[in-house]
């Protein structure tokens, strides 16, 4: 099992950036992959980014360029740095990671972007 916190959401305008952190409770360090995935509001959850254990990274279409996910085995966190940010990213931000065939989530960070 693994617990994940996620941190850093806020409000910000377009074209500004934050950065996303996800903190285990565990050692990532033999996780496969994590993950950051964002829900808007009426819309499915969507795949953000992933990153994994050997360092391959997965980002979907609309992110690739403005966000960077990046993992830090030592200190058991997954941080999304996010650039030119836009009204359409407006979203609750989650880690994710699957163990043993199940997936763990965070309780996720909103993320508001203002025009």
């Known amino acids: 099992q693994v617990q994940l916190v996620e941190s850093g959401g806020g409000l910000v305008q377009a074209g500004g950036s934050l950065r996303l952190s996800c903190a285990a409770s565990?050692?990532?360090?033999?996780?496969?992959?994590m993950g950051w995935y964002r829900q808007a509001p009426g819309k499915q959850r969507e795949l953000v980014a992933a990153?994994?254990?050997?360092?391959?990274?997965n980002y979907a279409d609309s992110m690739k360029g403005r966000f960077t996910i990046s993992r830090d085995n030592a200190k058991n966190t997954v941080d999304l740095q996010m650039n030119s940010l836009k009204p359409e990213d407006t979203a609750v931000y989650y880690c994710?990671?699957?163990?043993?065939?199940?997936?763990?989530w965070g309780k996720g960070t909103l993320v508001t972007v203002s025009s």
């Open positions: 994710n990671t699957r163990l043993n065939g199940v997936d763990y």
């Open positions: 565990r050692s990532i360090f033999s996780i496969s992959v």
């Open positions: 990153i994994t254990r050997g360092g391959t990274i």
